[in-house]
């Protein structure tokens, strides 16, 4: 791949900003609007924002890590930057797509290139009604929530929850409870890509429930939608030498 032109962002912790000016020092480079592809510098949290930002735009993102964990992203250095894109593999990711219907009747829509998760807002546990395709599969969940993840973020909250790490090309969704009460022994699912689910809240006003499509949280919801968004063109790209399915592969052989 040859990109030509460079465009560099950095999330706002001195670290990142830093290493933002050096880069810009070093290397021509342009706006995000006018780039073949754009180096983020943070961590996790700031990429899946620039791959939010920029979700329409078809620009691939290129994160170096100054941030914490780093999933998603490749290793700092200054150096041979040129030559680190032109030989970095690209990773197409599928986003979700979340509809969450409030308590006031107002439909609100959202993303998610990790995971929708719901959540109880209070003390009290929620109670989900699931339907999969718009079959009924469980009628009563009582839980702290459920979540469906995307094989980019099965290894981020979802593996927390402790649902099952998915290889990038195996086109599944992990649909993964949390903490869940009843039905004691359920423990999730793995789904077609193409599948549709959908979450009915009991009792909301008893038992409210968030909704959270990355970092978009919805209060006080009823009912919620997610699907594969058909219409996200993402591209992560990754030095060879460390690219994501091998990182989702290594994760589980990790003791």
Request: charged share 25%; with cysteine.
């Amino acid at each position: 791949m040859d990109f030509q032109r460079i465009a560099f962002v950095a999330a706002r912790q001195t670290e990142a900003q830093e290493a933002m000016a050096r880069l810009k020092a070093r290397y021509p480079h342009v706006p995000p609007a006018e780039a073949d592809v754009i180096v983020a510098l943070g961590g996790d949290g700031f990429v899946l924002e620039i791959l939010h930002r920029h979700h329409g735009d078809r620009i691939p993102v290129y994160g170096m890590n100054r941030g914490t964990v780093g999933f998603l992203m490749n290793e700092y250095t200054e150096d041979n930057l040129p030559d680190r894109l032109a030989r970095a593999d690209s990773t197409k990711l599928k986003a979700l797509k979340m509809q969450a219907w409030d308590t006031a009747g107002v439909l609100h829509e959202a993303l998610a290139i990790n995971e929708v998760s719901l959540l109880r807002e209070t003390r009290q546990a929620a109670k989900l009604k699931i339907l999969i395709d718009d079959i009924e599969r469980l009628d009563d969940m009582i839980c702290d929530g459920a979540l469906v993840s995307t094989p980019a973020g099965s290894t981020a909250y979802n593996l927390s929850a402790h649902g099952p790490i998915i290889p990038l090309g195996a086109d599944v969704l992990a649909l993964t409870p949390i903490s869940v009460f009843r039905p004691r022994r359920w423990r999730g699912a793995l789904l077609p890509i193409t599948a549709r689910v959908e979450f009915q809240i009991a009792t909301p006003e008893l038992r409210p429930v968030s909704a959270t499509a990355d970092s978009t949280e919805i209060r006080d919801v009823v009912r919620v939608v997610v699907c594969q968004d058909k219409d996200s063109d993402l591209t992560l790209l990754f030095d060879p030498e460390h690219n994501l399915e091998e990182r989702i592969l290594k994760e589980q052989f990790q003791p």
